[in-house]
């Protein structure tokens, strides 16, 4: 199965600043998708990245909030903008989806 | 809208005992079904899967069942071990009409040593 890198692993940031986080995978594939996991909580979809279009976002969540860039089939960047507290969660990439998912290893993000 | 209920919440059992989790979806055209085991601090990982044309299927220690007139499925794990001890959740997907996949809420297992 596929090896993904994400980083930062973890991050304190101010509000109203921004956060890029970034997942590099060891072989090309198709979709590629990111999710939020707050404390004690499930996997909510933000939203499917393909490379050469626009990611589809999942109700709730906005482009201008959360913008994705898939520049090639072996990597992404999730940008979670103007930063709140309630943006504090575990921010996970993900790869596969018809025969399961592999997870990054995710990024722990607290707002102050 | 589609949902999967994923049931305990909790679930604590002695080492040696057996533990079930079930699962059950609305999304009928669901048929895909994995089972994924989250670590503290760690990412999920799948553990094992079943697809719409199969009614169970085992891996040494863990098993999952499907019952797809009645849209549930279990993930069985027995002879349980203090390592089984995890936050497990379930999903299933489907691939016609738009790929999509809805997670359960996730069941934290406790075993006592």
């Known amino acids: 199965s596929a090896v993904i890198s994400q980083k930062p692993s973890r991050d304190i940031c101010q509000r109203g600043t921004s956060l890029t986080i970034q997942c590099q995978v060891d072989?090309?594939?198709?979709?590629m998708f990111w999710y939020r996991q707050q404390p004690g909580q499930s996997l909510t979809l933000i939203a499917t990245a393909n490379q050469g279009s626009e990611a589809t976002y999942e109700s709730g969540f906005v482009i201008d909030k959360f913008p994705i860039s898939r520049p090639n089939l072996t990597f992404s960047t999730l940008t979670v903008s103007n930063m709140s507290p309630e943006d504090s969660s575990i921010y996970l990439c993900?790869?596969?989806?018809?025969?399961?998912?592999?997870f990054g290893s995710g990024t722990r993000l607290t707002v102050v | 809208g589609e949902n999967v209920e994923q049931h305990p919440s909790t679930l604590s059992v002695q080492e040696g005992d057996s533990a079930v989790i079930k699962c059950t979806y609305s999304d009928s055209a669901s048929n895909y079904f994995p089972w994924y085991k989250q670590e503290l601090g760690k990412r999920p990982q799948l553990i094992i899967d079943i697809r719409s044309n199969v009614g169970e299927k085992k891996d040494q220690r863990i098993a999952v069942t499907l019952n797809k007139t009645a849209k549930h499925f279990s993930l069985h794990i027995t002879e349980t071990q203090p390592e089984d001890s995890a936050v497990y959740f379930c999903?299933?997907?489907?691939?016609?009409?738009?790929?999509?996949?809805?997670f359960g809420a996730g069941t934290r297992l406790f075993v006592k040593a």
């Open positions: 993900s790869v596969g989806g018809v025969n399961g998912y592999t």
């Open positions: 999903a299933a997907s489907r691939d016609t009409g738009g790929f999509k996949t809805i």
């Open positions: 072989s090309q594939v198709t979709m």
